[in-house]
């Protein structure tokens, strides 16, 4: 909600006659405007976390400013929708971050707590019930499947486990570096991708040729922590991390980077060869319809008048129609290909790891072993 009051002269960094602040109380940002002689000189923008930061522009004729605010920021106020989320029963209370379907009936999650163990829930019956199984010493963030047997699945500080059907344990694979692997992805049992790194500015890629965590190139260490990766065809590999966005053409074996930044992007998702979309923790939101040749923001989380989102995974379900989930219950969902966000209300005050759907049902997975369901 906007609100407009006087603001106090004390609390801002010049003298003056009069102003009055434009500001959302949930973001903490205040546009304050200074009035002199009846006319504006100047306006600035406060945030708790940066200060005052005086706008580029001086303006005059301050009712039609004041008007064109109350008409910009009532232009953004998002619609909202209702989507039911059925929480389903588990049996463990540990970060859910990732989860898969191989079957309609049959669906994995993986998750656990850093430093501590890591856990694989399994349902046979669409969800309904889960069981648990604990295995590795560190929590896991992300897991694979080639076929309805064959998975590897990768997590903190190098812990990394493969099984090749369904009968056998866990097998430990073990990286060439002992780092936190964030995302996993193979085309075929040949063919896969591994990325990671830790603390923003420090990153991996390994590309591996065989299921067991063979790496025959190795990208370490990179200037960017990586988050998520995804194969197109068997050539073709897209990843997204801090300030970077990826690409490569030969299998993962070379990358080029997109001169897009300004985030730190923490999913991405292609709907087919051409058309994919990639969130960022503040809120940013990216497009290619061209196999991420180029992409374009459609929605700049680093823009002042733009309400900072903490988005974690986006899910396409069409070229048109898709969902992003993000921490707080952050439910967004889009049916024109992302040129409008509707906010899903009532959703639980929890931070959603992870959404998958499929078949007209959904699924998210997300902190103290929660997983909810929803059909659309």
Not at 27 to 38: A, G, P
Not at 104 to 125: A, F
Not at 153 to 169: E, L
Request: a negative charge; one cysteine or more.
């Amino acid at each position: 909600m906007l609100y407009m009051e006087n603001c106090r002269s004390a609390a801002l960094p010049v003298r003056v006659s009069r102003l009055f602040c434009f500001f959302d109380k949930q973001k903490y940002v205040c546009s304050y405007l200074i009035f002199k002689n009846k006319k504006i000189s100047k306006t600035h923008f406060y945030h708790k976390s940066t200060g005052f930061k005086p706008c580029a522009f001086v303006m005059k004729g301050g009712i039609m400013l004041v008007l064109g605010l109350l008409l910009f920021f009532s232009a953004c106020q998002k619609q909202r929708t209702t989507i039911p989320l059925e929480a389903l029963t588990t049996p463990t209370t540990a970060t859910l971050y990732d989860i898969t379907f191989t079957h309609p009936d049959t669906g994995y999650v993986i998750g656990g707590t850093h430093w501590q163990h890591g856990e694989w829930l399994v349902t046979t019956n669409g969800g309904d019930t889960w069981r648990t199984d604990t295995f590795a010493n560190n929590g896991l963030l992300a897991i694979d499947f080639l076929d309805a047997e064959t998975a590897i699945t990768v997590g903190f500080d190098g812990q990394a486990f493969y099984k090749s059907d369904a009968d056998t344990w866990w097998l430990p694979y073990y990286p060439p570096e002992g780092e936190t692997m964030n995302a996993v992805d193979f085309w075929d049992e040949n063919t896969g991708v591994v990325v990671g790194g830790k603390n923003f500015a420090f990153g991996l890629i390994y590309r591996l040729n065989n299921i067991n965590g063979t790496a025959d190139t190795v990208h370490y260490p990179l200037p960017h922590e990586l988050r998520d990766v995804q194969f197109t065809n068997k050539n073709t590999v897209h990843t997204v991390g801090y300030g970077y966005v990826g690409k490569s053409t030969d299998g993962g074996l070379t990358w080029q980077a997109s001169d897009i930044q300004g985030d730190f992007f923490y999913a991405l998702y292609f709907v087919n060869q051409e058309v994919g979309y990639a969130v960022g923790r503040s809120g940013t939101i990216i497009k290619t319809t061209d196999g991420g040749g180029e992409w374009q923001k459609i929605r700049n989380g680093n823009n002042v008048f733009v309400r900072n989102e903490r988005f974690r995974d986006v899910w396409f379900k069409s070229e048109e129609e898709g969902y992003i989930v993000g921490d707080e219950g952050l439910f967004w969902w889009t049916d024109d290909g992302g040129d409008s966000w509707k906010i899903v209300e009532d959703t639980p005050d929890v931070t959603f790891h992870r959404i998958y759907y499929q078949n007209g049902i959904g699924f998210i997975a997300g902190e103290e072993g929660k997983i909810y369901r929803f059909k659309t």
